[in-house]
């Protein structure tokens, strides 16, 4: 459990005045009054502040917005320690906090890799003295991720660490995934795959089909990540173990957990904002902004990926936040580095994309977005509401009407890499609370 | 963005970065080109070959890969228009030194250009470099993308031997999948009126050939009775090793223009290739110099044709021409 750093002593709690609430319980117009500790003292109209204590507590206004427990990013790439030019955990925690969230599970794809208890501890240390979002931390599941060995899962799993994965790669060798897949449920700690096989994506640099062809791009095709989807939903039955598939991207890989799922198989999923917003078409432009693996697909992988999230078999999402300096941006398209900024964007995109149009409401952008993403990260009854008396407060107020452009030099990240430059979108966070104090205020982080 | 004075320019197109540039009618565009270059191929058969056209202006070579005789085809034809010229030959070395491509163009900026001519082993490279450049911009061959100077040379050649090529049948062979000179001439082709079929082993097409105005076959010996031209490519050895064919032998048994199978062809079929030739591979040693086999002529008119290019993309508006004492 985090709480900032400077949390007072003598903090005057908080009233969360006029918004509606939304959880998982349903949805009702309530105000939230918070507690000196950090945790929800009610919810209700006519809340009596003098009775809870809370006569002196700030008003955080909240007219117009909804009210709910804040986000949970299963995929964020925080770059430290190792690139801390493109990224700190400092800056990706208060990007994360602008974004709504109060909790994201940071990728081990750092240098060095997140494979021991020490890199664990000072990636943990940094999220806490940051006191921006509450950062746990992914663990590698092999050493160095270099796909060869297992790495010490049960020392990172005591700090814990709750979910592994070589995220950047996917593990390649059956054999060794199939003995982490057994391993890992030995510890009841889940292994999420970036499915990649190397052996069909080498060399490729976008999606492998009608605009890489016009283009002269050398391309991946879907089947390189359907085929480990298989892989591991097949290893999964054979080991009864978890598995969490990152970002998919392909309608055959949506089709492939929907089966796996109807079997009654342990497999979640999560998809990002861009594989639901964007297409390989935007590569038109050579503009390595729009390069990220997996790569940007058809129309058709689009639908399939809101027709997931909408019917289940996409249980969260998640927004593979990836940023990366500016000279990784500008190079040749087949040397630039891949990746896209997604925390900031990610509710207004979901907002835009999928609620507007109907593919889901908004309780259901929240499921996706917020408890079900907190299940899967194991932060139940941390992250992800109910909001009721004693439940810690962590949540976000947003606006879901409110219209803004987005602009990549106001981002709180320090890289700029956003394929949504001048993009008008719909949904913003007015206020964020972890623990019971505002990161966000007012739309401006407090620190 | 640069601090250069900005440079009088005019012309109907900016860039040259792929065959669609040359306007909503590519063909009319060809055209265009095709009777500019009329124009400077009777310029270069001058005793003094020159005209001050574009006098004044600086016409930059930013090559990434090495090219000569692209490179001095281009060079040749920005002297023969009284251009200033300078090369930036950027060798492998500089490019590891880690200077990136934004700063390497910005330098040029800075000094000065009217036009980079831009060749590059990544596809799109124009397209960036024409985001940072204030320049006109030409691509000399990007990846496999496209090469658009060399499919109008090749347009120009076939009209100076058959004519026009509405209705003209041609063959392209070989490696279309990392060709960008068979992307830029089925565009161009096409655009004519030519009927293109693209004759290569699945392994050597594109993953896709959605929206491609072309027909396709694996049989070249089918072919060979009905085309006007037999549009050769090469055919890199490396394939080899990316298992795309399993030797060089095979892929001269079926896609190779052998000496039988030139003979089957009439005589009047242009046998054309972009060079250089790998010859005994994808075209026989002496079929190259056959009398129908005008790689010579597309050399040649490559001059003509990139002075009509610039002049397109930098021309002042003033009548070029006469003689410069």
Redesign the interface.
Known sequence: MTVPAETTPTSPGYLLRGGRVIDRSGERVADVAVAADGTVAAVGSDLDLAVLGLADADVLDCAGCVVAPGLVDLHTHMREPGAEEAETVESGSRAAALGGYTAVVAMPNTTPAIDSAGVVSQVLDAGVAAGLCDVRVAGSITVGRSGEALSPMAEMAALGVEIFTDDGCGVQNDRLMRRALEYASGLDVTLAQHCEVEALSEGGHMH???W????????I?AEAEELMVFRDIALSRLTGSRVHFQHLSTAGSVELVRAAKARGLAVTAEATPHHFTLTHAEVA???PLFKVNPPLRTDADVAAVKAGLADGTIDAIATDHAPHPQ?AK??????AACGMLGLETALALGISELVEPGVVDLAGLLALMSWNPAGIARLDGVHGGPIAAGAPAHLVVFDPEHEWVVDPSELASLSHNTPYKDRRVRGKVRHTLLGGEPTVRDGKATR | MSAAPARRRSGPARHLLGMSDLGPDVGAGIDEVMTLTDSFVEVNERQIPKVPALRGRTVVSLFFEDSTRTRLSFETAAKRLSADTMTFSVSSSSVKKGE???DTVETIEAMGVDAIVVR??????P??VARWSDAAVINAG?????HPTQALLDCYTIRQHAGSLAGKRVAIVGDVKHS?VA?SNVAAFTALGAEVTLVAPPTLL???????PVKVTTDLDATLGSIDVCYLLRMQRERMTEALIPSLREYTAGYGLTSRRADRMAADVLIMHPGPMNRGVEIAAEVADRPNAVIVDQVRNGVAVRMAVLFLLLGSGTRWGGDDA
Do not use: K, M, N, T
């Not at chain 1, 890489?212 to 391309?219: A, E, N, W």
């Not at chain 2, 990007?142 to 496209?146: A, L």
């Not at chain 2, 594109?206 to 491609?212: A, I, M, T, V």
């Open positions: 492998e089909g009608e890489s062809s016009r283009l002269g791009i050398p391309g095709p432009s050579y503009d000279e500008e190079a040749p398209f087949d040397e | 990136s491509l934004r590059h082993g990544s596809s799109g490279v397209r960036q990007d990846g496999w993308h496209e960008r992307r594109p993953p896709s050939l959605d929206g491609w």
